[in-house]
């Protein structure tokens, strides 16, 4: 037989409570349960809401024992009792508590509901009274007054809160402790009764003696804590006879205001019982139950026999916290260490229910056997929060090793460290052992790259370093940058953590305003290199006014310069952060500044030429090179270095060196939908395009095609978004929660394209570069020497999406896929039935995070279309006029892998009046 495992925690017998003004009370433990008098006079109603104030409620009396006890707490006070009517006159009487009224003790006479108002129960109204009747009961109305019952006591009565624990009960023949019998059955010679048996077993069990009147039993629990457990199962074997009788296990939650029935039985029956609490009590606090035999008149009486009763807890699983060391890992600089976690346990665990296990080599996996397998740790039997660790030694340099603990509380499921806290390697905490090392890396030499509105790029050379961790950089509006300022590193831009990388773009910054840099090397043992170099960026904000007062001085054998910074943008916000000052010269008076008029730069506000000599004429300007508060330029532009590179080769053309002596930048992504959209609008309102038989004219030329697969429309004045329904391509329409806000741009022309350049140009304050003139690109409008924005060179293009290293697509060798590009396959079809918003494939990038420079739309480039001769060239521009095509690159969604390489250049179309539902563009700049 299985033993009783009722694990009981008691609270102390007679603990002292104060109850504010009604003073101190003494609580006093009965059978399990706990009673304090409170001499006060209330309404009943008041006494019960005081009660259950107090966590308690009125008592509830359930045999003459606990009568006696009760009545001599209240002594010669009459005081309120949890009794009351419900229903009726005499029709009623319910406790407060739910339980079932299995003995009363009313006086003589009583209950009589006097004066028709009589509804609640008192004790010892009349020995108060009349010093006779002790312990009777009484009806009573809800009042306080003297002049009525007078009752001014109140007892409360605790049920115990008990805890299961993990042990076997030898009762010895008695009820465990809080148990309780409720009886109606006065006449029965053995009502519910323990039956001490052969060892351990307990068992408990009804009269078999035969009666008349259906008399009712109940056994009832105490209240058990269900904290710290995940699951309780109860069990217990039964023999039930008699069908003229009846038995019910009946439960309650949350403090036992309710009977729920669990199971019954209604005819003779027997068997083993398990049920899993979870299964109906899930979620609750706290559990007690009930069993309940109605008995009736049979021959030879009714019985039932309840054998092997238990209660056992599955506890919570431990909760593991902080690591040790640290998470992130910590590097250790040496081959040996303590490792760990802390463990919060819902309750006592033993020595044997604590193991950890290792990944010693560093291989991912805890399948090597030794201290990869489950090993014990040594007898931890406090309960709560604790540190469990091992001593680990390794002798493998430079691996990272991962460490997992597990333990269990008493006969509960094993709870696993890690951060997620689930068994295997995957969440696991690790360290990474270094050898010994005190020679710090090597400092880097730090460069600026591009900006944008609220990011700097920084360039660096890479440190050198055997026990590399990750490059660490510094940043503040203020000029002394030191270690205390804001920090960017591996946890911002995880590529800081590869000794190779020689690139970082810091976000978060404020627009317009100057930020300082400087960086350092860390190695794994905590080494840092000296400070990098200090740089200085101002982020992109709008454009600052021209300077004033220059004036320009003979001096000696040469021409003094000076001039008053702008101190606010052209549309008169401050403050202004200035970068530099560019020095432009030339004889022509009337010159325009480009990158062949540079002549020097400067960070003050004056600048000494040397004279060459002879009678020169010479013209200065001046450039002031920041950013206002304003909005800067809406596209996010990317900084591209002036560098050599291979250009071609693709279906058979040569390959051959294009050098490009100047900076530009390009936009990260495709120019969308709102954007254009926007400056499409600007241009209507500004009577720059007209609108007529579905098309939009500039110069000319149709630059948009407001036709079925474009996605924007026009409408008494207001151009919109729209879906396309693409009937002039796969006939596929978009759902209507379709949203081409960030979608690339399509059915614009080359002209559109080139309009569009010379739109925000304007919005900015350069001088646009195309003005409709089409045919031809002479020399003096050399698109690299153009202040305004425009369309990239061919050669731009393939420097910039092949930039480094020669890579076959923008984002290296690798064959392309769905996660890289939006493209058409014809083994798989298409990644999707349209495009992507911009940006929406990272993976993608290029190295110096272009977006989508494969696939998605055909992106036309500023050149007119002509065959490689294969000689070196420097800055090409392509022919100076052209029949039929502009070039395009880059692929569009529903091209094949091959056209996605960032040499393929297409010849099917371009014809420069082509809109087609795959061909977009991106925006250019060269670095002035």
Known sequence: MRGIQLLSFCLVAAAVLNTDAFGQVNRVEFNGHEYAFVDQEMTWTEARDFAEGMGGYLVCIGSSQENTFVAGLAGSVSSWIGLREVGGVNNNWQWVNDEPVVFTNWASGEPNNGGGTEWVCQINYQYQQTGLQYGKWDDGQNDNSPYGNGTHGIIIEWDFIEHIEDEYFNNSGTLPSGWTIQSQSATLTTPWAPVQEAGDDWVIQTSQTAFSVPQVEWLISPVYSLAGYQDIELGYSHSYTHASSSAIVKYSVNGGVAWQNLTSYSSTSSGDIVTDIASWADGATNVR??????????????????????????????????????QPPTNWNGLAGTIGCSWTHPLTVSGTDLEVRIDSNGDGDYSDGGSEDWTALPDTIDAGTQAVTAQVAYAVEGLHQAFEFRARSGNGLWGYSGTSGTEGIADDWYVSIVEPDSIPPTSSTLLTGGSSANSVTLLFSPTVEDHFARYEFRCSTDSLVDES??????????????????????????????????MWAVDQAGNRSSASNRVRKVTEGSQVSPVTDLHAAVQGNGIQLTWTAPTADIYGQTPVAIEHFEVHSSVDPFFVPSAGTLIGTTTGTSYFVNNPGGDVRSCFKMVAVGAGPGQPFPIPLILVPAGTFMMGPSGGYPEYEVSLTHQFQLGQTEVTNSQYLAALQWAYENSLVTVANNHVYAHGQIIVDLSVN????????????????????????????????????????WYGAACY???????????????????????????????????????????????????????????????????????????????????????????LGLQDMAGNVWEWCNDWYSEYDGTPQTDPIGPYSGINWRIRRGGCWVNSPNQLACAYRNTSFGNPGDALWALGFRVCRTVQ
């Open 757 to 847: 350049c010379d739109w925000i140009s304007e919005q900015h304050g350069l001088e646009p570069y195309y003005q409709g003139r089409w045919n031809q690109i002479p020399a003096g409008l050399n698109p690299y020497l153009a202040n305004g924005y425009r369309l990239p060179t061919e050669a731009e293009w393939e420097y910039a999406a092949q930039f480094g290293d020669d890579r076959i697509y923008p984002w290296g060798n690798n064959e392309p896929s769905c996660e890289l590009a939006t493209f058409g396959d014809n083994v798989t079809g298409d990644c999707v039935d349209w495009t992507y918003p911009v940006g929406s494939l990272p993976l993608g990038a290029s190295s």
């Open 289 to 326: 139950f009930a069993f309940v035999f109605t008995g009736q008149f049979v021959v030879g009486g009714a019985s039932w026999r309840i054998d092997d009763f238990y209660l056992d807890g599955v506890p919570t699983p431990p909760v593991a916290s902080a690591p040790i060391p640290a």
């Open 710 to 749: 474009g996605e924007i429309t026009f409408s008494n004045g207001t151009f919109e978004l729209c879906r396309a329904s693409n009937a002039g391509a796969w006939g596929y329409q978009e759902a209507e929660t379709y949203d081409p806000t960030n979608h690339p741009v399509k059915e614009v022309t």
């Open 485 to 518: 300022d804001l920090l960017w590193t591996d946890t911002d831009d995880p590529s800081l953590a590869q000794l190779g990388t020689y690139a970082t773009t810091v976000t978060g910054l404020a627009s317009g305003t100057a930020w300082y840099f400087r």
